[in-house]
């Protein structure tokens, strides 16, 4: 870090080593039972060096720059499968441990500019490429949570990203009012998503040729209203977005929403502080559901159930909305000592916010009788909590 008439440039480096199962998964819903197959580990190194720069250019314009440069290699050991036309495995390439198997480099760039329009406003843009070597692989046709991280390897190249942001933010009331308007937009390439879903009973049971590869865009506006000075505090955020994936092999190709795509997002933070011995706190959440994909129809053929599945992600999870309260008091407070108790509760309406869905199924063959009835998982009721806290 260097600093010099204003001018700040911080440089470094950094490295990671990893081991990944991704596929070392166990569970179990209803007659269903999730299988990977044999575990399958995936070792990678990631290195980079960076260097930023802060430079105030006039008494209201400040530019931030920065370049990355980072690498990642997928070594061994590892089995690569070589199939013919016909998808048979006809041989196998074995990789010895640590040996290089594949290796990626990126240079990624970022700018962003401030502007002072008064002494209670500016006005900021920013501007990043970015690569990512590590994946968050979702299954679109499954509510249960089966995403898995999986780093970037021979067969599945490194992300890349570019956003684009453009804000206005101000302060009132000498700093007691602050509040910030952003807007953004990502543009994002070699997405990956679990291409059946589940990987149950997979040809071979080879885990990496379940994943498909594409493209993906979200864009929105955040809103922030926040009051930091006085015996009450706190901050309101609202945020209303799209996230869209595209994926030849998925949904003929159409675009359709993200997973974890939420059109709307609240939350809402307050505290008060009478005097030196309490606090009061409440925090809201509010979320639009996740998008997930089901059967728009079931068929009993030959004693077998059936799907027929309509639209990738089509339809929406309940929303996610919980209230939580709190009290704190401080029992003593000493330049040795502090003690507070604090009393909790979570989830105060006990709102039984979705985890995952899943469907039973009751069949009569010989009647020809059909019944199913959609079951929702639901996690962590209204609990209360007292904590004691000392600092010595």
């Given at each position: 870090?260097?600093?010099?008439?204003?001018?700040?440039?911080?440089?470094?480096?950094?490295?990671?080593?990893?081991?990944?199962?991704?596929?070392?998964?166990?569970?179990?819903?209803?007659?269903?039972?999730?299988?990977?197959?044999?575990?399958?580990?995936?070792?990678?190194?990631?290195?980079?060096?960076?260097?930023?720069?802060?430079?105030?250019?006039?008494?209201?314009?400040?530019?931030?720059?920065?370049?990355?440069?980072?690498?990642?290699?997928?070594?061994?050991?590892y089995e690569e499968y070589v199939r013919d036309y016909n998808n048979e495995i006809t041989d196998t390439i074995i990789y010895k441990s640590k040996e290089l198997?594949?290796?990626?480099?990126?240079?990624?760039?970022?700018?962003?500019?401030?502007?002072?329009?008064?002494?209670?406003?500016?006005?900021?843009?920013?501007?990043?490429?970015?690569?990512?070597?590590?994946?968050?692989?979702?299954?679109?046709?499954?509510?249960?949570?089966?995403?898995?991280?999986?780093?970037?390897?021979?067969?599945?190249?490194?992300?890349?990203?570019?956003?684009?942001?453009?804000?206005?933010?101000?302060?009132?009331?000498?700093?007691?009012?602050?509040?910030?308007?952003?807007?953004?937009?990502?543009?994002?390439?070699?997405?990956?998503?679990?291409?059946?879903?589940?990987?149950?009973?997979?040809?071979?049971?080879?885990?990496?040729?379940?994943?498909?590869?594409?493209?993906?865009?979200?864009?929105?506006?955040?809103?922030?209203?926040?009051?930091?000075?006085?015996?009450?505090?706190?901050?309101?955020?609202?945020?209303?977005?799209?996230?869209?994936?595209?994926?030849?092999?998925?949904?003929?190709?159409?675009i359709y929403p993200a997973k974890y795509d939420r059109r709307h997002e609240i939350n809402f933070v307050l505290s008060y502080k009478p005097n030196n011995k309490?606090?009061?706190?409440?925090?809201?959440?509010?979320?639009?559901?996740?998008?997930?994909?089901?059967?728009?129809?079931?068929?009993?053929?030959?004693?077998?159930?059936?799907?027929?599945?309509?639209?990738?992600?089509?339809?929406?999870?309940?929303?996610?909305?919980?209230?939580?309260?709190?009290?704190?008091?401080?029992?003593?407070?000493?330049?040795?000592?502090?003690?507070?108790?604090?009393?909790?509760?979570?989830?105060?309406?006990?709102?039984?916010?979705?985890?995952?869905?899943?469907?039973?199924?009751?069949?009569?063959?010989?009647?020809?009788?059909?019944?199913?009835?959609?079951?929702?998982?639901?996690?962590?009721?209204?609990?209360?909590?007292?904590?004691?806290?000392?600092?010595?």
């Amino acid at each position: 870090r260097i600093n010099n008439n204003g001018n700040l440039i911080r440089f470094g480096i950094d490295y990671q080593y990893h081991n990944f199962i991704p596929n070392n998964i166990d569970a179990f819903s209803s007659n269903f039972n999730l299988n990977f197959g044999a575990n399958q580990n995936l070792f990678s190194h990631e290195s980079a060096i960076y260097i930023a720069g802060e430079t105030n250019v006039t008494n209201r314009l400040k530019v931030n720059s920065g370049l990355r440069l980072s690498g990642f290699f997928h070594t061994g050991p590892y089995e690569e499968y070589v199939r013919d036309y016909n998808n048979e495995i006809t041989d196998t390439i074995i990789y010895k441990s640590k040996e290089l198997i594949k290796s990626y480099f990126s240079l990624g760039p970022r700018l962003s500019l401030r502007y002072l329009l008064n002494d209670n406003s500016s006005v900021k843009a920013s501007f990043t490429n970015s690569y990512q070597y590590i994946h968050l692989a979702t299954a679109s046709s499954v509510t249960l949570p089966t995403d898995i991280w999986l780093p970037s390897t021979k067969r599945i190249k490194p992300q890349k990203g570019i956003h684009i942001s453009l804000g206005y933010y101000f302060n009132m009331l000498e700093n007691v009012i602050s509040g910030s308007v952003d807007l953004y937009y990502k543009d994002l390439k070699n997405q990956v998503e679990l291409l059946y879903g589940i990987v149950n009973d997979y040809k071979d049971n080879i885990f990496e040729e379940s994943i498909t590869f594409g493209k993906g865009r979200s864009y929105g506006i955040e809103l922030l209203l926040q009051k930091q000075k006085g015996k009450a505090a706190g901050w309101l955020g609202y945020t209303l977005g799209k996230t869209t994936r595209q994926f030849d092999e998925i949904n003929e190709g159409d675009i359709y929403p993200a997973k974890y795509d939420r059109r709307h997002e609240i939350n809402f933070v307050l505290s008060y502080k009478p005097n030196n011995k309490w606090i009061l706190a409440l925090t809201f959440i509010y979320a639009t559901g996740n998008t997930m994909t089901l059967p728009v129809g079931k068929y009993l053929i030959e004693g077998h159930v059936i799907n027929e599945y309509g639209k990738t992600n089509s339809f929406r999870m309940p929303a996610y909305h919980r209230l939580d309260l709190s009290v704190t008091y401080l029992a003593k407070k000493t330049e040795r000592f502090e003690s507070s108790w604090n009393l909790s509760v979570f989830n105060i309406y006990n709102r039984a916010n979705p985890f995952y869905i899943y469907f039973e199924i009751k069949e009569d063959i010989n009647n020809y009788y059909l019944e199913i009835n959609a079951k929702q998982i639901s996690l962590f009721p209204v609990m209360p909590s007292l904590t004691w806290r000392f600092r010595f």
